[in-house]
């Protein structure tokens, strides 16, 4: 992909609500809208044509039509706001509003995401298309993980290696999601069948899920920490 080459509508649904985190979408972090960091790193991305923010707030929409002109809001539905819609949902109706060939999905929940990791997963994946027909972003694990019933995972209690012996499991962090229009629209799904795991450092994916979460990445803003996950 040339530095120029901007083939990815980034998407990115932000609702009024949100239950664990109270207004967490627009709540002040470190002096500033939450909402405003993602969108600076997007409008930064040399893969990114277009950001498109889907909201439901009145809030969201005034300020970001105030502070980031170049962004394109889209008015989420009636039918489409509450709690229990699924994401793909509210991301196919956009697709029909907002079309592209690729697009780029996150939250503004992932305010330390760096416009030079985004532009890396662009590449991955479009350098792996179309024998992979996605990507979404992982975070690496040496960990002894046991289910629900007691059993161990990726371990064996019998042979106690290493941590960082054990044979890696990812968990996805809700960073990043890249799919190709026509495939989403057919499988109502961002993940694809043959998807490409595209690793992060786990510092940089901090996602904000609760308050703490919230209180962390805060105060990562606030001691000038950013540059440790990759920007001053």
């Known amino acids: 992909m040339s ?4 083939v990815f509508a980034a998407l990115v649904p932000m609702r009024h609500h949100s239950e ?9 972090m470190a002096g500033r809208p939450l909402y405003a960091y993602i969108l600076e790193t997007l409008l930064q991305c040399r893969c990114v044509s277009q950001v498109v923010v889907d909201t439901d707030s009145p809030l969201i929409r005034d300020g970001i039509a105030e ?6 809001l889209i008015e989420r539905p009636e039918h489409l706001r509450g709690g229990e ?15 592209s ?10 305010p330390l995401l760096r416009a030079e990791t985004v532009d890396r997963a662009a590449e991955a994946f479009l350098a792996a298309f179309p024998e ?5 972003s992982v975070t690496r694990w040496h960990k002894r993980l046991w289910d629900v019933r007691g059993l161990p995972v990726n371990h064996d209690p019998a042979v106690l290696l290493r941590t960082q012996d054990l044979p890696p499991v990812f968990e996805e962090n809700s960073c990043l999601y890249l799919f190709e229009r026509e495939r989403f629209l057919a499988s109502h799904n961002r993940l694809g069948r043959s998807p490409i795991l595209f690793e992060m450092d786990a510092a940089e994916a901090l996602d904000i899920d609760g308050e703490r979460d919230f209180a962390l990445v805060e105060a990562v803003l606030r001691a000038g920490l950013r540059g440790g996950v990759g920007r001053p």
């Not at 530095?3 to 901007?6: D, L, P, V």
């Not at 502070?67 to 394109?72: I, K, S, T």
């Not at 819609?85 to 991301?91: H, I, P, Q, Y």
């Open 3 to 6: 530095e120029t080459e901007a």
């Open 20 to 28: 664990r985190v109270p207004g967490k979408n627009y709540r002040p």
């Open 67 to 72: 502070q980031f002109p170049a962004v394109r």
């Open 85 to 99: 819609v699924a994401t793909n949902a509210v991301l196919e109706h956009d697709a029909g509003l907002a079309p």
């Open 101 to 110: 060939r690729f697009y780029l999905q996150t939250h503004s929940t992932n």
């Open 132 to 136: 992979k027909d996605s990507l979404f």
